[in-house]
């Protein structure tokens, strides 16, 4: 008898311990943070900005890495940025604005950071609110903008789009890169813009650099794959997670910092939360 209650004890251990160490790594999956290092190659990347380092990010969802998100400031600031990509995202719902003023003044304090919209902005409605948030402490959001950047003695162009949930009359992405290709002839252009899956179209365009989010990597990563669910809810996409070329233009991808919090939670497998560090190389 007492075998067979210390064989039904160990069970029930070994059953707990399984549970609970299968939490723990579905929670280390969804919301442990990884920070990257990539190279990224461009074309017509002026002298002077040859290995300017970037912090990309994109998709945060709403989620906050502890209080005034401390902990995601503390991965960013580590990495010693030049500049810093917010690439849309941010927020899934109206309340979720309270954590805007804290990243925006937290990230605007490390280095300069701009902004581009993502589908849920638009969705969470009232854009104008967000959008003035972002810039009242210290972000530069770029809503079918450019800037001129100077480094080294060189200029390049950094440009951002808003979503396409936007206006139905924006300015796009192509009438955007015809104007500063009249204003500034000859200029490497990046462009910061939600949605990976139209790389091809701006590609066509010109830009010479792309950085996006939107994929959250595919979802769950296995070999041989770019990721299994893509952002259109298609299976099996491209332009997931990392570097892609079309022609002379390059996309970098992230998988982004958060999950979705709306209408369901969202779901990672082998695929962590990212915060892209790019370093800026000829091509």
């Known amino acids: 008898m007492k075998t067979k209650r210390w064989r039904t004890l160990g069970a029930a251990l070994g059953a707990t311990a399984c549970i609970l160490g299968g939490a723990a790594f579905l929670n280390w999956q969804f919301w442990g943070l990884e920070v990257t290092h990539t190279q990224v190659p461009v074309a017509q990347l002026p002298e002077g900005f040859e290995g300017m380092r970037i912090v990309h990010l994109s998709d945060l969802h ?25 690439t849309g995202d941010i927020i899934d719902q109206a309340s979720q604005r309270g954590i805007l003023p804290a990243l ?40 079918n903008q450019y800037v001129v950047l100077e480094r080294g003695g060189d200029e390049l162009i950094l440009a951002g789009v808003d979503d ?45 650099l792309v950085l996006s989010g939107h994929a959250h990597g595919g979802l769950i990563r296995l070999p041989f794959t770019d990721g299994v669910f893509g952002s259109g809810g298609d299976f099996f996409p491209t332009w997931t997670a990392g570097v892609y070329t079309l022609g002379e233009s390059t996309l970098y991808a992230t998988r982004g910092v958060g999950n ?24």
């Open 62 to 86: 709403g989620h906050q890495y502890g209080e005034d998100h401390w902990k995601l400031l503390e991965q960013v600031a580590a990495q010693k940025p030049e500049l810093i990509a917010l």
């Open 104 to 143: 925006a003044r937290g990230l605007s304090a490390i280095a300069p950071t701009y902004f581009v919209t993502g589908n849920h902005e638009w969705a969470v409605g009232d854009i104008r609110q967000t959008k003035a948030l972002l810039s009242e402490n210290g972000v530069t959001v770029l809503s």
């Open 164 to 208: 396409a949930n936007g206006y139905a009359d924006q300015k796009t992405p192509r009438e955007l890169h015809e104007e500063i290709v009249e204003a500034h002839p000859g200029l490497c252009t990046i462009l910061l813009a939600h949605r990976n899956n139209y790389f091809d179209q701006y590609a066509a365009c010109g830009y010479q």
């Open 260 to 283: 979705n919090t709306t209408p369901i939670p969202g779901f990672r497998m082998f695929n962590r939360p990212e915060i892209s560090v790019l370093e800026l190389v000829g091509r």
